[in-house]
């Protein structure tokens, strides 16, 4: 099964930040462009910084969190299929 889905619903799962945090041990990130208040691109660039704000870490871990916790019904009968 494949699903598309937006930019903006994966940055707002807190996917996208799960992900950069990972990305960030060997120096990428996935990066995305806004235009008009929408996501319209994202692309993978090398960077320099590592790891991101207690803050920011706090939200990615809040939205991951939720985002298991409102699919793992669904995630769990995928993952049996």
Same mark, same amino acid.
């Given at each position: 099964?494949?699903?598309?889905?937006?930019?903006?619903? @994966? &940055?707002?799962?807190?996917?996208?930040?799960?992900?950069?945090?990972?990305?960030? %041990?060997?120096?990428?990130?996935?990066?995305?462009?806004?235009?008009?208040g929408e996501y319209v691109r994202m692309?993978?660039?090398?960077?320099? @910084? &590592?790891?991101?704000?207690?803050?920011?870490?706090t939200d990615g871990y809040i939205k %991951?969190?939720?985002?298991?916790?409102?699919?793992?019904?669904?995630?769990?009968?995928?993952?049996?299929?």
């Open positions: 099964m494949i699903k598309e889905k937006s930019l903006k619903e @994966f &940055r707002e799962s807190g996917l996208f930040w799960l992900v950069n945090n990972t990305l960030h %041990v060997f120096g990428w990130a996935l990066v995305m462009d806004l235009e008009d692309y993978p660039a090398r960077v320099k @910084f &590592r790891g991101f704000s207690e803050l920011i870490n %991951v969190s939720k985002y298991m916790k409102e699919n793992a019904e669904e995630l769990e009968k995928e993952a049996k299929e």
